[in-house]
T-cell receptor, first 111, second 113 residues
Framework: AQSVTQPDIHITVSEGASLELRCNYS??????LFWYVQSPGQGLQLLLK??????LVQGIKGFEAEFKRSQSSFNLRKPSVHWSDAAEYFC?????????FGKGTRLHILP | NAGVTQTPKFQVLKTGQSMTLQCAQD?????MSWYRQDPGMGLRLIHY???????DQGEVPNGYNVSRSTTEDFPLRLLSAAPSQTSVYFC????????????FGPGTRLTVT
């Protein structure tokens, strides 16, 4: 069955430090891949997506993600985090009309 | 464009009551879906629709019904509410079944006592 794993429930980084959030998926074929962000009490906003082509994709707010087929991974990165990046981040995979989300990683920022 | 709208924002139900969560989009999107969000569980797909008149089940469909009589609206019905259905419900839409770039509504917080 299709599944998405975000191994880190919580991550804490200092403001200005780099960030990497991990996402692994299990699916027979390469699915569509997404990262969404949810600020407290808000809905979800798309950060970036991968359908095909260049495996390094750029998103909004300075985020990027790299698709690695051999590792079934789609990790999210940002070179320097800001306090406003504190939120919950969800990886999602889409295939066959269904989009399945991981359980999320909550990002905390230390001043 | 209003995007994806959901009503109500908050609702409290007693066990056994029924209700309908409303979802509408004004972007002429073919694909619409419902998710529930629970702490530590992420978002789980309840039902989805690839177009008017077509619906299908997601990961957690039990206790919920949907219909899609128009492109714009995709209501979610709780037939007999249970405390396990206490959750935040999100509706989402995307341009087409192959696109999958979803736009989310603001959510409905439902409490079942």
């Amino acid at each position: 069955a299709q599944s998405v794993t975000q191994p880190d429930i919580h991550i804490t980084v200092s403001e200005g430090a780099s960030l990497e959030l991990r996402c692994n998926y299990s699916y027979g074929a390469t699915p569509y891949l997404f990262w969404y962000v949810q600020s407290p009490g808000q809905g979800l906003q798309l950060l970036l997506k991968y359908f095909s082509g260049d495996t390094l994709v750029q998103g909004i707010k300075g985020f990027e993600a790299e698709f690695k087929r051999s590792q079934s991974s789609f990790n999210l990165r940002k070179p320097s985090v800001h306090w406003s990046d504190a939120a919950e981040y969800f990886c999602a995979v889409g295939r066959d009309d269904k989009i399945i989300f991981g359980k999320g990683t909550r990002l905390h920022i230390l001043p | 464009n209003a995007g994806v709208t959901q009503t109500p924002k908050f609702q409290v139900l007693k066990t056994g009551q029924s209700m309908t969560l409303q979802c509408a989009q004004d972007m002429n999107h073919e694909y619409m879906s419902w998710y529930r969000q629970d702490p530590g569980m992420g978002l789980r797909l309840i039902h989805y629709s690839v177009g008017a008149g077509i619906t299908d089940q997601g990961e957690v469909p039990n206790g919920y019904n949907v219909s899609r009589s128009t492109t714009e609206d995709f209501p979610l019905r709780l037939l007999s509410a249970a405390p396990s259905q206490t959750s935040v419900y999100f509706c989402a839409s995307s341009y087409s079944r192959g696109n999958h770039e979803q736009y989310f509504g603001p959510g409905t917080r439902l409490t079942v006592t």
